[in-house]
């Protein structure tokens, strides 16, 4: 379920942003929307993340409407995104 971390000397630094999507491809003959059934399509992430020492994280938690409420395109910075 958990894909291991590639580069393991990685450190996320302050204003650092980090991303995940899905890209889904259909090869039934109906149309599949997104939802929480085995008849739906669901695209979840989860990142999990540490800090050292006795350094609290303000957020520690975040997520996204999904699709068609977000897109890459409405958030600043993510203008390198691999098609």
């Known amino acids: ?5 590639q580069n393991q000397s990685l ?7 980090l991303a995940a999507r899905c890209i889904l491809k259909n ?3 109906r149309l599949i929307k997104m939802g929480p059934t085995g008849e739906d399509e ?4 989860y990142m999990m993340y540490w ?4 350094k ?3 957020d520690n938690t975040c997520f996204s409407p999904g699709a068609p409420f977000y897109h890459w395109a409405t958030e600043g910075g993510l203008n390198h995104i691999p098609k």
């Open 1 to 5: 379920m958990f894909a291991p971390v």
């Open 11 to 17: 450190v996320v630094q302050q204003g650092d942003m």
């Open 27 to 29: 090869d039934e003959d």
């Open 42 to 45: 669901m695209c979840n992430f």
């Open 51 to 54: 800090a050292e020492g006795d």
């Open 56 to 58: 609290v994280l303000k």
